[in-house]
């Protein structure tokens, strides 16, 4: 863990960020950008539009 201020902190862009085309799944897109920046390096996200209704239930199931 870095103990730098976010104001030295080098900002990088995605060249592939998957996007949403409605306006209700945004919290499950927020979650799953998380999960990919955490687990991988930062061009990687590995989840596209059709993968949401199978990530909302893996939010859910690892809420219940």
């Known amino acids: ?14 060249s592939h960020r998957p996007m ?3 306006h209700v799944d ?3 897109f927020v979650c799953a950008y998380a999960r990919c920046r955490s687990a991988t390096p930062f061009d990687s996200f590995d989840f596209s539009e059709v993968d949401i ?4 239930q893996e939010i859910k199931d690892s809420i219940i």
């Open 1 to 14: 863990v870095s103990s730098s201020p976010p104001s030295s902190w080098d900002i990088v862009q995605a």
């Open 53 to 56: 209704p199978r990530i909302r």
């Open 26 to 28: 945004c919290g499950v």
């Open 20 to 22: 949403q085309k409605n």
